[in-house]
């Protein structure tokens, strides 16, 4: 079984993605009116973004992208960054913006956001080339705090209203344990990444490692994804 999983990491992982993005799509009606229009346009996003990530698997000897061979651009660490590890954390910054009820709340979201921003930027400025061959653990365990933050100041606001009857009919009450869930659970494997390098011509693996990281992965995006879809189905439109 374990062994099917990983062998399938990609059809699986793609098949819940799509699934939720069509989901909400289909749903898009029930939610245009509320904030969780801008959500069903990420997961879309998300999709597209994560099937631009495999275009390494076209960067191979006789095939399309074999130009790409021996260049910075040969593994794809750059825009895995730029799309998720900060691509993501923004989205979430400004959604919850949007979302949170109390002012000081919402402005410490907004700030934390535009703090995180800017340390991306400058720090991958000073770390360029290496922006291209490997993740940066302070910019995904950064982005983890403000991703938490985020999901705990919404707990604290729902516990605090009327809200807190009705949540399980809340799609953001299943956002923000979904990505709460999967953000807590990853950020320790960052630590671990001085086994999993790459440098062009070359690559540091070790395979139990490898194995262990991408079943985590696997049963996280599914866990996550599957969350989405079931929200968007059956939560009800919230008016924010």
Do not use: Q
């Amino acid at each position: 079984m374990e062994a099917f999983l990983i062998d399938n990491y990609r059809l699986l992982t793609h098949t819940v993605e799509i699934l939720a993005a069509v989901t909400g799509i289909f749903c898009y009606k029930k939610y245009r009116l509320t904030a969780a229009k801008y959500f069903i346009y990420f997961l879309v996003y998300l999709t597209i973004c994560d099937f631009l990530n495999y275009y390494t698997v076209y960067v191979r000897p006789n095939k399309f992208l074999n130009a790409l061979i021996g260049t910075k651009f040969e593994k794809n660490y750059w825009w895995s960054t730029l799309f998720w590890n900060i691509g993501a954390i923004m989205f979430f910054s400004l959604y919850y913006n949007k979302i949170l009820k109390i002012a000081v709340h919402k402005t410490i979201v907004k700030y934390a956001g535009y703090a995180f921003l800017l340390f991306a930027i400058i720090y991958i400025a000073l770390h360029f080339d290496a922006y291209f061959y490997k993740f940066f653990p302070i910019i995904s365990i950064l982005g983890a705090i403000v991703i938490l933050l985020c999901a705990i100041l919404y707990f604290i606001e729902i516990l605090n209203t009327d809200k807190i009857l009705t949540f399980y009919r809340s799609l953001n009450f299943y956002i923000s344990f979904a990505i709460f869930i999967w953000w807590l659970i990853i950020t320790p494997i960052v630590f671990y990444d001085i086994y999993f390098v790459y440098e062009i011509g070359k690559s540091y693996i070790d395979s139990s490692f490898a194995f262990l990281r991408r079943f985590i992965y696997l049963f996280l995006n599914i866990f996550m994804y599957s969350t989405f879809t079931f929200a968007l189905i059956w939560c009800k439109p919230e008016n924010d």
